[in-house]
């Protein structure tokens, strides 16, 4: 019955929105990213482990944007591997994708990219191969359309979260509780009652891509 319940919640519609609707479709045209990523790399605005937000085109990130009081609606982790940057991300499934398809799907191809503070000294060969390897573990998996905490499946702020948790034991964000989003737009509110009727499971753990991105943690390095 929990299931059922999430399925039909605000945050299962929402990403379905977010990751059926947008993700499989450039919206930005892929070229115009090409220069940009060889002009990043070159000036140390792309590392191993760096994190990456966008906003997408759904009709359903606005909904997030008014729930989380953030612009950001998706996130992933970057890696590199030779000359080739990739996003590894939770879609459906849980996959890597080239870090200029990843652009071109967001609104006008703008981004923000986030790195450690302490990046320097955290992330590691070790700590990186160690974060590869967890998320491994992910890699696959189902879009967690319910959101539940439990790795069974998983949502983009929750892969970074655990990513890094269990890689380094640093917690990149607030864990939060259904109940402290705002609600109150009639937007959320329509969403709400159609998606949950009279059953709102207020006290569910989640991790929102804006609390990801606002954690004290991390340092803005590029925002296009």
Same mark, same amino acid.
């Given at each position: 019955?929990?299931?059922?319940? %999430?399925? /039909?919640?605000?945050?299962?519609?929402?990403?379905?929105?977010?990751?059926?609707?947008? %993700?499989?479709?450039?919206?930005?045209?892929?070229?115009?990213?090409?220069?940009?990523?060889?002009?990043?790399?070159?000036?140390?605005?792309?590392?191993?482990?760096?994190?990456?937000?966008?906003?997408?085109?759904?009709?359903?990130?606005?909904?997030?944007?008014?729930?989380?009081?953030?612009?950001?609606?998706?996130?992933?982790?970057?890696?590199?591997?030779?000359?080739?940057?990739?996003?590894?991300?939770?879609?459906?499934?849980?996959?890597?994708?080239? /870090?200029?398809?990843?652009?071109?799907?967001?609104?006008?191809?703008?981004?923000?990219?986030?790195?450690?503070?302490?990046?320097?000294?955290?992330?590691?060969?070790?700590?990186?191969?160690?974060?590869?390897?967890?998320?491994?573990?992910?890699?696959?998996?189902?879009?967690?359309?319910?959101?539940?905490?439990?790795?069974?499946?998983?949502?983009?702020?929750?892969?970074?979260?655990?990513?890094?948790?269990?890689?380094?034991?640093?917690?990149?964000?607030? /864990?939060?509780?259904?109940?402290? %989003?705002?609600?109150?737009?009639?937007?959320?509110?329509?969403?709400?009652?159609?998606?949950?009727?009279?059953?709102?499971?207020?006290?569910?753990?989640?991790?929102?891509?804006?609390?990801?991105?606002?954690?004290?943690?991390?340092?803005?390095?590029?925002?296009?």
């Amino acid at each position: 019955m929990k299931n059922i319940v %999430f399925t /039909l919640g605000l945050f299962g519609l929402l990403f379905i929105g977010e990751h059926a609707q947008t %993700f499989e479709t450039s919206k930005y045209p892929i070229e115009n990213t090409n220069s940009e990523i060889n002009q990043l790399a070159a000036n140390g605005e792309l590392r191993n482990g760096d994190l990456i937000f966008q906003s997408s085109l759904s009709g359903q990130s606005k909904a997030i944007q008014l729930a989380t009081k953030s612009q950001y609606s998706h996130c992933g982790i970057i890696y590199q591997e030779g000359n080739k940057f990739y996003v590894f991300e939770a879609v459906q499934p849980v996959k890597r994708t080239p /870090l200029s398809k990843w652009i071109a799907r967001g609104q006008g191809g703008k981004y923000v990219i986030k790195r450690l503070k302490n990046a320097d000294q955290v992330l590691t060969p070790a700590a990186l191969q160690k974060m590869k390897q967890v998320g491994d573990e992910f890699k696959g998996k189902n879009y967690d359309l319910t959101f539940e905490w439990s790795d069974e499946k998983i949502y983009c702020s929750e892969l970074i979260w655990k990513v890094y948790q269990r890689a380094t034991g640093i917690e990149i964000g607030k /864990l939060e509780k259904l109940s402290s %989003f705002d609600l109150t737009s009639k937007t959320v509110k329509k969403i709400m009652k159609e998606r949950y009727g009279n059953i709102i499971p207020m006290n569910e753990t989640v991790i929102s891509p804006a609390a990801v991105f606002e954690s004290d943690l991390l340092i803005t390095v590029k925002q296009n």
